[in-house]
């Protein structure tokens, strides 16, 4: 029996983790429309002042691994001229 309690047990909190769920934010449809209109105004004024400043301290873009490769392995006219100096 003591499983059969065990399993209504669980069954009641799940219902109530889910009624809790459902609960949700507690803001009316045109508060939330509001609120998230605040939110997208500040992130288009945040994008816009990064547009304007192009010295910020954004980070570089990554390299590629194709540009790594070509850069780091790649050799130079003089090491290639070096080469076949030894071979002749």
Do not use: C, F, W
């Not at 809790?20 to 803001?27: E, L, N, V, Y």
């Not at 939330?32 to 002042?49: C, D, F, G, P």
């Not at 390299?63 to 070509?70: A, E, G, M, N, P």
């Not at 850069?71 to 003089?78: E, S, V």
């Amino acid at each position: 029996m003591a499983r059969g309690n065990q399993r209504d047990k669980a069954r009641e909190a799940a219902q109530k983790k889910l009624a809790a769920a459902k609960k949700g934010h507690g803001m009316s449809g045109s508060e939330l429309a509001k609120a998230k209109e605040v939110a997208a105004q500040k992130m288009r004024e945040k994008q816009a002042a990064g547009m304007m400043n192009p010295d910020s301290d954004r980070q570089r873009p990554r390299r590629t691994i194709k540009s790594l490769v070509h850069t780091q392995h790649a050799p130079t006219d003089a090491k290639k001229n070096e080469v076949a100096a030894d071979k002749k």
